[in-house]
């Protein structure tokens, strides 16, 4: 874990995001601020996802994946991509089939790749690790529709059954990146969503214009404030519902388990604005301490 500090990335800052969980999980944590001190006078600053990667003497070391400007989709480890791949990469996130890229010369391994949305990484999963459920949402899925699953292929479901009992159709997939199946959209939204959705205030709380951005980006915002119908204060975390497109709300130990289980993201934006208000105060209470006095040397 102290590792992380190369990267201006605490322990207790990493816990905090949730990104502990994740890690040990075998996945990626949700982009982090990343500041690499080059001297005392100047820093490298930008954001990235982590992952463990396992050394040679059986240790394990962050691995940083850093924001890049778009995804290289000419080739991968010698597979050339065809136009209907880079479609595939740029629309759904996923290539659709299995590739055998070359890591090690002479060495060829199947795997089903996708795009890592937050970061513009490539991100491979070994086909053969791949686990095709035989129901989904209340649909039994044929041998065909499993095998093409298996493969990479998406396969349409239609009349499945979300949490809340409503019927919903849509594309079923699997995300390298994710290490499981996603479901997607037409037009790259998710069932029940519209930009007609109202976020600006939720049970009569007013919310800030980063909250309103963080909640169209997935992730889980913290809310205070908030009064039951006993004239009782509470608060939580919200988030936006994938099938309903509504707020929903959950309290705290339910925000930490679904945290936990990866079926949730943190509000970046508030751990981001946590972090310079941190750095702000430890700088200000360095200026404040007074250097200790020299008592010379002791002959």
Partial sequence: ??????????????????????????????????????????????????????LSDGRFAPSAHCIRKEADLRDYFGVKFTEEDRQNLLETGNLGRIITPEYSKGEKTPVLLSVDKLTNELVAFRSEKVAVPQNVKGIELTENQQLDLSQGKAVFLENMTSKEGNPFSALFQFNADKRGFEFIYDNGQKQGQNSEVDLSSFRKKPLSEEQQASLKEGMAVKINGLTDKNGKGYGGYIVLNKDTGKIDFMFPQHYEKALSEGKIKPDTRKIQEDKKQEDKQEQAQKKTEKPKKSKGMKM
């Avoid at 990626?28 to 001190?37: D, E, G, M, Q, R």
């Fill in 1 to 54: 874990w102290k590792e992380f500090d190369k990267f201006g990335i605490s322990f207790d800052f990493l816990k905090k995001s949730g990104g502990t969980e994740k890690l040990l999980d075998n996945k990626k944590t949700a982009l982090l601020p990343v500041s690499i001190k080059l001297d005392e006078n100047s820093a490298i600053k930008t954001d990235a996802r982590f992952s463990l990667k396992k």
